[in-house]
């Protein structure tokens, strides 16, 4: 017999059955959707649990109804059947943590407040945050003194707020958590930001490795190699180039950490990565091009004429068997140039673009926990 039947005819379904996660499921959607989903229902049982307090003030109804909203956009941000959004969806679960964090019952704060405690000491590896969040030794920081009150310790005789309230004491406490979790998320949505972008962009740059292989297959024919360097313009020129590009595009998807901003102007930054570096690697190959064919400093040569000495007046010679192989050689150099071209401007253009990245972000500015006395902005109900 199966369990359905020892349950009434009339029974209904609960209602956590039409809920995003078992769509999702009767829809063959993985196992990160079903996560995303409990993360989902989690803030959404704390909600209810906070909703029923008695003691609720008119601002904290006011934050209750804003954490309604919010979870209601999330449901709808995983209810997507095409082109979730992963990064909204996040920033809404941020959200309401922080604002649940101002409502949820005192004896609920501290599992809270020793899992944000714990998670910045891993997450955050700025000293100098670490340092004003958690004090100088991790005791002395307001988030260090909110966990001891939150534990019910007496405060020192020398805390300059052993005179408060404390209910105004919890009240700081609800501030100062919301704030170091605000930096923790922060932190932690920008790394996730850049994984996205990045491996964007590892796939786009493959995308244009196998565009620019089907040209230089489109380009090339035999007679192009029989008759080098008759051949040389336009069409030599235009191939090489393209072989130029795709050294240029193999190295950006070898690179690591190429793409460090995560917000702002990232739509010039994929066009950076995406066409400035092959031009560049187009570039490159078309100089050491015309540097072969100058006999300036190098110069690849069939092996009849190596021996001529008035045709081998160039400081480095590539001999080859033939001028097939002179074709080839000079496509494999153009590759290699394009390659270490990018290599040599990517570490130039990192160290500039580093330099001016810490005041060119917008959205996610560096926190600070609130001073003795002051109200955050972040806690003021909209």
């Avoid at 409502?103 to 340092?131: C, G, W, Y």
């Avoid at 209910?167 to 932690?188: K, P, S, T």
């Avoid at 995560?262 to 570096?277: D, E, I």
Wanted: hydrophobic share 45%.
């Amino acid at each position: 017999m199966a369990a359905s039947d020892t349950l009434p005819q009339d029974h209904p379904l609960p209602a956590i059955l039409g809920f995003v996660g078992f769509r999702r499921r009767s829809g063959r959607y993985g196992s990160a959707t079903q996560l995303l989903w409990n993360r989902l229902e989690n803030d959404a049982s704390i909600y209810e649990l906070c909703k029923v307090r008695e003691d609720l003030t008119e601002a904290d109804r006011v934050i209750l109804d804003q954490c309604h909203q919010r979870l209601a956009v999330a449901r709808r941000c995983l209810d997507r059947q095409f082109g979730r959004w992963s990064f909204s969806f996040w920033q809404i679960i941020h959200e309401v943590d922080g604002l649940l964090l101002l409502v949820m019952p005192r004896h609920m704060l501290l599992p809270h407040a020793l899992e944000i405690q714990q998670q910045f000491e891993r997450r955050v590896t700025d000293s100098a945050q670490k340092a004003l969040w958690l004090g100088a030794e991790r005791t002395s920081g307001p988030l260090s003194q909110c966990v001891r009150v939150l534990r019910g310790e007496a405060p020192a005789s020398s805390d300059p707020d052993a005179s408060l309230p404390e209910a105004e004491r919890l009240a700081r406490c609800r501030h100062v958590l919301w704030g170091a979790q605000g930096v923790i998320n922060d932190r932690v949505d920008k790394t996730f930001w850049q994984l996205s972008i990045n491996v964007s962009i590892q796939v786009l740059s493959t995308l244009l490795l196998i565009t620019l292989s089907l040209l230089a297959l489109l380009g090339f024919n035999r007679s192009l190699v029989t008759t080098w360097p008759d051949a040389l313009v336009p069409q030599g020129l235009l191939l090489l180039s393209l072989m130029g590009a795709a050294g240029a595009v193999v190295s950006n998807m070898l690179s690591k950490e190429r793409f460090v901003v995560a917000t702002g102007a990232t739509s010039r930054f994929f066009a950076y990565h995406l066409l400035v570096k092959p031009v560049i690697g187009a570039f490159a190959a078309l100089t050491l091009l015309l540097v072969e064919q100058s006999n300036l400093l190098l110069a690849v040569v069939p092996r009849g004429l190596a021996n001529d000495a008035g045709n081998n007046s160039a400081l480095l010679n590539i001999v080859v068997k033939d001028w097939r192989a002179v074709f080839f050689a000079l496509a494999a150099l153009s590759v290699v140039a394009g390659y270490f071209a990018d290599r040599f401007l990517s570490s130039i253009m990192n160290n500039v673009l580093s330099r001016l990245l810490g005041q060119s972000e917008k959205l996610l500015p560096s926190s600070a926990p609130p001073e003795a006395g002051a109200t955050s902005r972040r806690t003021e109900p909209k």
